[in-house]
Nanobody, 121 residues
């Protein structure tokens, strides 16, 4: 079965950086768009970024975050720089069959369990 396993979350001070990873298994990785979402306490899950297997990507807000993927390792990454306390959330990896860079939660087929990112002020 499809499994998406996130890692790399943790506690970081404002202005710091983290790199999240998501290892995928049970799917043909090159056939899937991979996305990152996040959910802060009391808020809706929101889109962060998505990437095609060819490397084309889209962001909710470009600038501090960079999405990338290593198709040989079936892994997608989210590099987060200049982190702010408002970036505190559980970050989820998701996959979507095909090449459309969907930004809505309903457009994704599989989800990971999430990794907590906490940014202290």
């Amino acid at each position: 079965q499809v499994q998406l396993v996130e890692s790399g979350g943790g506690l970081v001070q404002a202005g710091g950086s983290l790199r999240l990873s998501c290892a995928a298994s049970g799917l043909t990785f090159s056939s899937y768009v991979m996305g990152w979402f996040r959910q802060a306490p009391g808020k809706e899950r929101e889109f962060v970024a998505a990437i095609r297997w060819t490397g084309g990507s889209t962001y909710s807000k470009k600038g501090r975050f960079t999405i990338s993927r290593d198709n040989a390792k079936n892994t997608v990454y989210l590099q987060m720089n200049s982190l702010k306390p408002e970036d505190t959330a559980v970050y989820y990896c998701a996959s979507r069959f095909g090449s459309s860079l969907a930004t809505d939660r309903g457009g994704y087929d599989y989800w990971g369990q999430g990794t907590q990112v906490t940014v202290s002020s």
